[in-house]
């Protein structure tokens, strides 16, 4: 399987930027995708997650109200609409595929490294203030 992860780039405070994160092949199952980021200097952090069938969201309480995350079944994409951008927001954004809920069951993990399988390449969000 591979994530491609594509959207990132330098924007001033109080921008948006779309993120985008590519699945293939297409027939590769999976049951939910997440977004991390990593600042420089700093571990790296859940962001915001999605249940691929029911479409469950789940955030980091910094980025509730700013960024939205979305599937779209037919591209096997999953976005992430990152809005009023701020300059604590830089990072490189990571995409992660979780293959099963069979193991590491429970909503807890969509919010976890450990819950995550696949890891796309990162791609840069750079916030100027």
């Known amino acids: 399987v591979q994530l491609q992860a594509s959207g990132g780039g330098s924007v001033q405070a109080g921008g948006s930027l779309r993120l985008s994160c590519a699945v293939s092949?297409?027939?590769?199952?999976?049951?939910?995708v997440g977004w991390f980021r990593q600042a420089p200097g700093k571990e790296r952090e859940f962001v915001a997650g999605?249940?691929?069938?029911?479409?469950?969201?789940y955030y980091t309480d910094s980025v509730k109200g700013r960024f939205t995350i979305s599937r779209d079944a037919n591209k096997n994409t999953v976005s992430l609409q990152m809005n009023t951008l701020k300059s604590e927001d830089t990072a490189v954004y990571y995409c992660?595929?979780?293959?099963?809920?069979?193991?590491?069951?429970?909503?807890?993990?969509?919010?976890?490294?450990?819950?995550?399988?696949?890891w796309g390449q990162g791609t840069l969000v750079t916030v100027s203030s």
């Open positions: 992660a595929l979780r293959q099963t809920d069979r193991v590491l069951s429970g909503s807890y993990y969509y919010t976890t490294e450990v819950g995550y399988d696949y």
């Open positions: 999605i249940k691929w069938r029911e479409g469950t969201r």
């Open positions: 092949p297409p027939t590769f199952a999976f049951v939910g």
